[in-house]
């Protein structure tokens, strides 16, 4: 009776809770996300690509892949011409960009989505693998063939790649290392390259678990007049350009 009369009391905040989810534009983007990414895979290949190692939970990872899959891509104005398609595909400027890859769970999904893109952009991982993360990636890269569908590895420090990074970005996800600074570096260093209509997806950004990507995102990216808050999801914060 007396667990009854909790749930009772807190049925009206549920309600508003659940009234506010949605609501919420990303939280339609995550729903839109799950309709969309179900039909892209048979039972046994997204037993596969649940069965990757990694942190972000299946929602989270195919509202990634999602994202992808949507992301605007800049093509070499000579080669324009809807009817030279190939030819577009092999002088595309714009990319999809990850920041931090760990064991390559959200590595499989943005080349997915990707796949589901008209032009096809090239995903390019960027991460140093420090902790012993190489070869469990690269064995994630080879089982899905992830090179030849268009995944471009970097094992570097981002802040040396942001330094000399000269191509359009369409979506830009970064989990790469969680201190303050490093998190500032890279919002300056690859937030300036997104293109119109682009993403930004920072993961830990909500929550109170990493304080310094929650700093940076707040200081440098909620009044960034060129994006626009697009809401948070669980530890996710989404920006669009």
Partial sequence: MRRLLRNLLRLPARTFSGLRQFSNPVHRLQRRAERCVATWFAPDLRKKLENINGFSSAR???????????????????????????????????????????????TAYLAEGAQRNPLRPAVVSIDPHLR???????GTVAEFGLRERGLEVIRGF??????????????????????????????????????????????DAHGGHFPGVEKAVTEKMMHNSAFRHVGTIKHFDVFQR
């Fill in 158 to 203: 981002s802040a040396d790649v942001g330094r000399t990074w000269r191509r359009p970005i369409g979506l830009l996800w970064v989990d790469g290392c969680h201190e303050y600074a490093e998190v500032c570096q890279d919002i300056d260093l690859f937030t300036p390259h997104v293109l119109p209509g682009g993403w930004v997806v920072f993961d």
């Fill in 132 to 138: 012993d993360t190489w070869d469990d990636f690269q």
């Fill in 60 to 106: 989270e990872v195919q509202l990634l892949a999602y994202f992808a899959s949507l992301a605007p891509v800049a093509v070499d104005p000579l080669t324009s011409d809807p009817s030279r398609l190939q030819e577009r595909r092999a002088t595309r400027l714009g990319c999809i960009v990850e920041i931090g890859a760990f064991k390559g769970r959200s």
